[in-house]
């Protein structure tokens, strides 16, 4: 699995760390248990596309959002997580 | 001993050169070229192994990779490696192989009378026999009687000495299989220019070729493949012998290649080498495999495929026996008639099921002299150890020493499915033919179903074609050789099973026979997972090669249904067994990880340190002086501490700078407590929280100037830490001007604590004012010591005035020094994590025993840190459940009496279940008592109470008295010495 790092170029997965689902949207900071709770502990493990946060750790460090297919495990694209991201990278 | 060497032939040996080997304690003679397999044959050896569960004798079966039976041990001590094939091991001069699975001896099988209690041990019989009765019957008789009886060899007990290699590899064209369809599609790509790499599982190439007597080009054919081999080389194709491509996984194959096989001593040379290939287009040309049939005592030596026959003969110069029977339903086990007279072995019949044998097959018969039974299919062969004669299902005796079987050939399309691809079934050759291909594939030869060298060089060329159309490259043209093909396997009658009296064997590497099949039917055990499960069907180490189909097509006609309805279990990597050392590759001990030092590493060596891993480093736990045990060695630190002053290494800790105008906020949320007030030259403990509410990480973070800080964490979350704040700010708060860096290698650290550390400082720092009231607690001043720029802080983790001294890493070794040296005449030591551990335990401070991910604040009595702002955890850390009394929460221990307190311990009652547990323990000098740190049911409100910290795994039972955490010097006094 490559990962197109938006800084270094596609590189090998085992340079990544996972973080975890990029879907989820943070609650403020005020909200419910119930809210946090869900943005903690709540994931869809949805088959097929999906957006996930990984860390370039053994490159620039940067936390980069990957579009992934969970079954085919084949990279759709990948972009600086927030607001620096624009698209996907080629 | 019926197997032997002929007189002549033999393509792939060389009679010159005799190869000396000793297989189950007895000394043999082979040639170069033949496999351990081949060698036993051509002496005679007929019982190679004793089977899986009946302990029946059992022979060579196969020539290559799919063989089931003929598992040996090779090699001897740690280079010893169970469940090896002989029919894949290249013979070699001292090879040491032996059977196993038999006690005492191969021939004479003390076990073997598990054959007759095979009614108690059919398939899924340790669910239904052995479990029930009296507790503990399973566990401490069947368990262990049944392990030692079934079993499949054994692994060395000695560390692997060998050494394994990765590498990666990038082509335009992977071929995976050098047969003729494999070497042409190779020479295709090659021509046009591709960068190609060709592996084969051999130890050398031409696939079927290298046991064909036909002419290619009016060339022997073995000696054809290894001229397209050497051309290829020529090329600059990349040829890999001895590897086999076992799986596909994201983009890329899997693939071992054996650089030394057998067990000699590599020298220089790994013993394996893993590759990692992406290819951009990938073309299978792995063959197909022989499909035995499934008739009573089938698994006798000397029952063995009617092809590998053939190769034995033409490639060995090995016949399998004098009088050798075939039952086949198709053309092409003619050819092993035809070569097997050729050599001059007898061919006593040939039985073939089908009742109209095309005239080409029957005068291959005529000319071998062989009985031709047509419409005939063999029920049972006769014998105790080994093939004797031959049962018709018409009551027909043939008398024969071995028998070569095929009903066809099975395509090798593991690699197709192993992503989840599916086999359509082909009726035409009785046989699964990959179905849709992925991206970028291409099958040619036998696994796309044709027959025949011609096709399969035609075919190699078209595969090779398409893969150039694929990488946008012009297909050179390509002259095919010419070849002369005839008795083709394309068409086999189907036939799978022959019903008869005895245990007839589907799986025979694990002992499934066609009964355990009926029984998986009638017990409900229909679905083919679920059949595979049941019986273990295709689930020891071969897995299946032989074996599936046959069983597949049983269950289906129990269930009279088509066999692609029954379809196929999942086809999963590896294709053969990988050694865990290849895929382990260089990353074996001090490989694994690196180690890391402090800047004071080799000091710590030198004097004495016995070292103990921490995170990624290396710590000392203690200065042994002669004579000293770790104890006494950490009391004697300690007690330095607690009355004079001691010296810490401290480098360990994670550092990170935390710069930015909007720095302080971003410490607000990160941790529980407010940072907005902390003046610039003032250093606060920190305690922050993971999202879910739970404690993660405590440690310092000092403010050195308006806009710059810096934290410390603990050693071992240091990585986990920085990725904490490079998310968050990257994910939930990007607006935060803040910019978070690793300088942990940057600095060394140490801390000075104790009674005398002032005085001690204040021989060496230049530059700041020591007296108490200039340099109150957790004030940050900067100096000199000698040439060092140093930074100190205030900051006490062992309950005494202590300084913790920065200076950047290369002054790390001389500011230490400087310290002892201005030390020593106030009895200054250096100390270990122990006395580093008793000294924070005296005071009740947490560390990584307490913070293990699932304590919180409200555990471990930090509650009132919390400042009323929001920040990470803050909502999820008051949940009800997260703050109830009754959660383990901290305290201390006293032993009553001398035994230590293990850390681990449960905490146990009169209710005698578990009300907690020991997270760490000392001994402690100054008060002199065992004494720990523990998690506790409701523990605040226990103390006094008396418990028995119990620890039945290594055993020991200590009474303890539940204390409060502080054990020394609760009010902190000690700090403003």
């Known amino acids: 699995m490559l990962i197109p790092c938006p800084h270094c170029g596609p590189r090998e997965v085992s340079e990544f760390t996972y973080i975890g689902d990029a879907t989820k949207v943070r609650p403020a900071p005020d909200a419910s248990a119930d809210a946090w709770s869900d943005f903690v502990h709540a994931r869809r493990n949805p088959r097929g596309r999906h957006a996930e946060h990984w860390q370039h750790t053994a490159g620039c460090r940067a936390i980069v959002r990957v579009t992934r297919d969970t079954v085919t495990h084949a990279v759709y694209g990948a972009s600086l997580a927030g607001p620096w991201g624009e698209g996907e990278a080629r | 001993m019926s197997g032997h060497r002929l007189a002549a032939g033999g393509s792939g040996i060389d009679r010159t050169t005799p190869v000396r080997f000793s297989f189950a304690g007895k000394s043999l003679t082979g040639y170069a070229g033949d496999t351990l397999a081949s060698a036993l044959l051509a002496n005679g050896v007929e019982i190679v192994a004793r089977s899986f569960k009946y302990h029946r004798p059992r022979g060579v079966v196969s020539a290559g990779p799919e063989e089931p039976n003929a598992l040996v041990s090779l090699g001897v001590g740690a280079r010893s490696e169970p469940n090896t094939r002989a029919t894949m091991v290249p013979l070699h001069d001292g090879l ?215 190769a034995y003969v033409n490639q060995y110069g090995v016949a399998p026996g004098r009088r050798v029977a075939i039952f086949t339903t198709h053309d092409g ?56 004669t031959i049962v018709t299902t018409d009551g027909r005796r043939i008398a024969a020493d071995a ?49 025949g060298t011609g096709e399969a060089l035609a075919s190699g060329a078209r595969a090779g074609a398409a893969a150039l159309t694929a990488l946008g490259l012009a297909v050179p043209d390509t002259t095919l050789p010419e070849t002369d093909d005839d008795l083709l396997a394309d068409r086999p009658a189907p036939l799978f099973h022959v019903p008869g009296k005895g245990k007839a064997f589907v799986d025979m590497q694990h002992d499934v026979t066609a009964k355990d099949i009926a029984l998986a039917r009638d017990e409900g055990f229909e679905a083919v997972e679920h059949l595979k499960r049941y019986t273990t069907l295709g689930m020891a180490t071969d897995q299946g090669k032989t074996s599936n189909l046959n069983g597949l097509a049983l269950m289906a006609a129990h269930l009279s249904r088509p066999i692609p309805d029954v379809g196929t279990t ?53 200065y042994l002086r002669p004579g000293e045990s770790v104890t006494t060695a950490y009391v004697r630190e300690a007690t330095a501490v607690r009355e004079a002053v001691g010296l810490v290494d401290v480098s360990t800790l994670g550092k990170i700078e935390v710069a930015g105008p909007d720095a302080a906020a971003f410490l607000d949320r990160i941790y529980v407590n407010a940072w907005g007030k902390l003046p610039v030259g003032k250093a606060r403990y920190g305690v922050m929280l993971r999202e879910d509410g739970f404690v993660f990480d405590d440690g310092t973070t000092w403010r050195l100037a308006e806009h710059r800080y810096l934290m410390t964490t603990t050693t071992q979350n240091a990585a986990k830490v920085l990725a904490h704040l490079d998310y968050l700010l990257a994910t939930a708060w990007p607006e935060l001007r803040v910019h978070v860096t690793s300088v942990s290698e940057a600095y060394a650290t140490m801390a000075v604590a104790g009674p005398l550390a002032r005085a001690t400082l204040a021989a060496v720092v230049d530059g700041i004012d020591l007296a108490a009231d200039a340099f109150p607690m957790m004030a940050i001043r900067t100096g000199r010591i000698g040439a060092a720029d140093v930074r100190i802080a205030r900051l006490s983790f062992s309950g005494e005035n202590a300084y913790e001294v920065f200076c950047g890493a290369h002054h790390g070794l001389g500011v230490w020094e400087t310290i002892l040296a201005a030390g020593a005449p106030h009895g200054i030591q250096p100390y270990g994590t122990e006395a580093l551990g008793a000294l924070r335990i005296e005071k009740g401070h947490v560390a990584g025993g307490e913070l293990d991910g699932r304590t919180t604040l409200h555990d471990l009595g930090l509650e009132k840190l919390a400042a009323a702002k929001p920040f990470v955890g803050s909502v999820l850390m ?85 204390t409060p955490y502080r054990h020394v010097d609760p009010e902190g006094s000690r700090l403003h010495g």
């Open chain 2, 878 to 962: 008051n949940r009800p459940a997260l703050c109830a009394p009754e959660r383990l929460r901290l305290v201390g221990l006293r032993a009553d009496g001398n035994a230590p307190i293990r850390t681990g311990a449960h905490l146990v009652g009169p209710s005698g279940r578990s009300e907690g547990h020991v997270t760490a323990s000392t001994y402690s000098p100054v008060l002199g008592a065992q004494i720990a740190l523990a998690l506790l049911a409701n523990g605040p409100a226990r103390h006094g109470e008396r418990l028995v910290a119990a620890d039945p795994v290594r055993g020991g039972e200590t009474p303890v008295i539940v």
């Open chain 2, 403 to 451: 028998l070569g079987v095929s009903a066809g050939f099975m395509p090798t399309l593991h690699l197709t499915a192993q992503l989840g691809g599916k086999p359509e079934w082909d009726a035409a050759l009785s046989a699964f033919r990959p179905g849709a291909l992925p991206t970028h594939w291409h099958v040619a030869g036998a696994v796309d179903g044709t027959f």
């Open chain 2, 333 to 388: 086990a003619y050819r092993t008639v035809r070569d097997l007279a050729a050599a001059g072995v007898t061919v006593a019949a040939i039985i073939d099921a089908r009742p109209d044998v095309p005239h080409a097959a029957k005068a291959v018969a005529e000319a071998a002299g062989a009985e031709l039974l047509a419409g005939a299919t063999v029920a049972a062969v006769g014998g105790g150890k080994r093939v004797e």
């Open chain 2, 96 to 310: 040491v192989a032996g059977g196993q699975n038999a006690w005492p001896s191969l021939r004479h099988d003390l076990m073997a009378v598990n054959g007759l209690a095979g009614g108690l041990i059919g398939a899924g019989f340790y669910y239904k026999t052995f479990i029930g009765g009296p507790r503990g019957t399973w566990t401490r008789f069947f368990e262990p009687m049944i392990r030692r009886a079934a079993g499949m060899g054994e692994a060395p007990t000695e560390p692997d000495p060998d050494r394994y290699e990765s590498a990666h590899h990038f082509c335009d064209v992977l071929v995976i299989g050098g047969g003729p369809a494999g070497l042409m599609a190779a020479k295709a790509a090659a021509e046009a220019g591709a960068r190609v790499l060709i592996a084969d599982e051999r130890d050398g190439f031409g696939g079927a070729l290298r046991h064909e007597r036909a002419a290619i080009d009016g060339r022997p054919a073995p000696h054809f493949a290894a001229a397209l081999a050497a051309e290829l080389a020529t090329r600059g194709v990349q040829i890999l012998p001895r590897t086999t491509v076992y799986g596909q996984y994201d983009g890329a194959f899997g693939a071992v290649e054996r650089v030394v096989d057998g067990s000699n001593d590599p020298g220089p040379l790994p013993r394996q080498r893993h590759w990692t290939i992406r290819p951009r287009e990938v073309i299978l040309a792995a063959g197909a495999i022989e499909r035995p049939i499934v008739f009573a005592s089938n698994d006798r030596p000397g029952v063995m495929l009617a092809d590998a026959m053939r």
């Open chain 2, 570 to 622: 999942r086809y999963r990597p590896p294709y053969t067994p990988v050694a865990i050392g290849a895929l382990a590759g260089e990353t074996t001990g001090a490989h694994l990880r690196p180690v890391r030092r402090t800047p004071m590493h080799d000091w710590h060596i030198a004097n004495g340190a016995e070292m103990v891993a921490a995170g990624a480093y290396l710590r000392p736990r203690a």
